[in-house]
């Protein structure tokens, strides 16, 4: 199968990063990157796309055969659109349609961690499943579901765990209650720590390295955390019977402080469910562009 060079895009809430990726659709590695603060408004973050684009092509020694562009939200991969973002400026956005006139080459519009799963799926720590939720933990927490061997979008909805009501009460900025991302995301693991001890810390990694030490009040927080993830881990044992959880973002970096807990924590739980196994996931931060650019090199195939 012919070898194809793409620009992969990964819109994060605070950075915009890109990279130059070539590969298959089986296998793509980064060649080039390039990042931008992301703007807080549209046709600013529009014109840094395009700056990282034409970067990345203008560095090239091949011509650019496509662009992937994920990012998070209610996405609508099938028709290339941005349904809906809390922290993002857009509603509604045909990204796929504006940035193949801006760009002048295919562009494939994803959702970040649909993609980041993609990845995993193909080349990472899930490519021998065909049953399984890969599950970034970061500012936030959502799943890729793969299903029967594809990955299922639900039309932009599906794979929201983050949101799932666990029952310990904190409210979400999403209107809910008991959401399993209020206690258990990265960023909520450190805004409760310090709330905790009015000692502020440099994210959930300096949290971790507190509860490695044995301190009482970060590992308080830590395992509220694990406690969410495991039973928002059970919902999907319940509902989806998933072989594997993959686990990735910031978080996952913890290792076996975080795995171990939770595998004692679900063991604790499960009932009839089929005991998911629990893994590391295997791409790290390149997952997101990585999926983006399989997403690219997909529709160049089509």
């Given at each position: 199968?012919?070898r194809r060079?793409?620009?992969?895009?990964d819109?994060?809430?605070?950075?915009?990063?890109?990279a130059?990726?070539?590969?298959t659709?089986?296998?793509?590695?980064?060649?080039?990157h390039?990042?931008?603060a992301?703007?807080?408004?549209?046709?600013?973050?529009?014109?840094v796309?395009?700056?990282?684009?034409d970067?990345?092509?203008?560095?090239?020694?091949?011509?650019?055969?496509?662009v992937?562009?994920?990012?998070?939200?209610?996405v609508d991969?099938a028709?290339?659109?941005?349904?809906?973002?809390t922290?993002?400026?857009?509603?509604?956005f045909?990204f796929?349609?504006?940035?193949?006139?801006?760009?002048?080459?295919?562009?494939?519009?994803g959702?970040?961690?649909?993609a980041?799963?993609?990845?995993?799926?193909?080349m990472?720590?899930?490519?021998?499943l065909?049953?399984?939720?890969?599950?970034?933990?970061?500012?936030?927490?959502a799943?890729?579901?793969?299903?029967?061997?594809?990955?299922?979008?639900?039309?932009g909805?599906?794979?929201?765990?983050?949101?799932?009501?666990?029952g310990?009460?904190?409210p979400?900025?999403?209107?809910?209650?008991?959401?399993?991302?209020?206690?258990?995301?990265?960023?909520?693991?450190?805004?409760?720590?310090?709330?905790?001890t009015?000692?502020?810390?440099n994210?959930?990694?300096?949290v971790?390295?507190?509860?490695?030490?044995?301190?009482?009040?970060a590992?308080?927080?830590?395992?509220?955390?694990?406690?969410?993830?495991?039973?928002?881990?059970?919902?999907?044992?319940?509902?989806?019977?998933?072989?594997a959880?993959?686990?990735?973002?910031?978080?996952?970096?913890?290792?076996?402080?975080?795995?171990?807990?939770l595998?004692e924590?679900?063991?604790?739980?499960i009932?009839f469910?089929?005991r998911?196994?629990?893994?590391?996931a295997a791409?790290?931060d390149?997952?997101?562009?990585?999926?983006?650019?399989l997403?690219?090199?997909?529709t160049?195939?089509?």
């Open positions: 199968m012919a060079h793409v620009v992969a895009v819109i994060g809430g605070t950075e915009t990063k890109a130059l990726v070539s590969g659709p089986e296998f793509v590695a980064a060649e080039k390039a990042r931008r992301t703007p807080g408004e549209l046709e600013p973050l529009l014109a796309i395009s700056e990282l684009v970067e990345l092509r203008t560095a090239s020694e091949h011509e650019v055969d496509a992937g562009i994920v990012a998070p939200g209610i991969e028709n290339g659109v941005g349904v809906y973002t922290n993002l400026p857009w509603s509604q045909p796929s349609t504006v940035m193949t006139e801006r760009l002048g080459i295919p562009v494939a519009f959702h970040d961690v649909r980041a799963g993609l990845a995993e799926c193909r990472g720590a899930a490519r021998d065909r049953n399984a939720v890969i599950m970034p933990i970061g500012t936030g927490i799943g890729a579901l793969l299903l029967d061997g594809k990955i299922y979008s639900g039309e909805y599906a794979g929201e765990i983050g949101h799932v009501n666990v310990h009460g904190v979400c900025a999403c209107g809910q209650i008991g959401c399993v991302e209020t206690v258990a995301s990265s960023a909520a693991i450190a805004r409760r720590y310090t709330a905790r009015g000692t502020p810390v994210g959930a990694a300096e971790a390295r507190r509860v490695a030490d044995g301190e009482p009040d590992v308080a927080v830590w395992h509220e955390a694990v406690d969410a993830l495991a039973r928002g881990i059970l919902v999907l044992a319940t509902l989806l019977g998933p072989e959880v993959v686990l990735g973002g910031g978080l996952a970096l913890a290792g076996d402080l975080l795995v171990e807990p595998r924590r679900l063991d604790g739980l009932a469910q089929r998911p196994e629990l893994r590391l791409l790290g390149e997952a997101g562009f990585l999926g983006a650019a997403l690219a090199i997909d160049l195939e089509a």
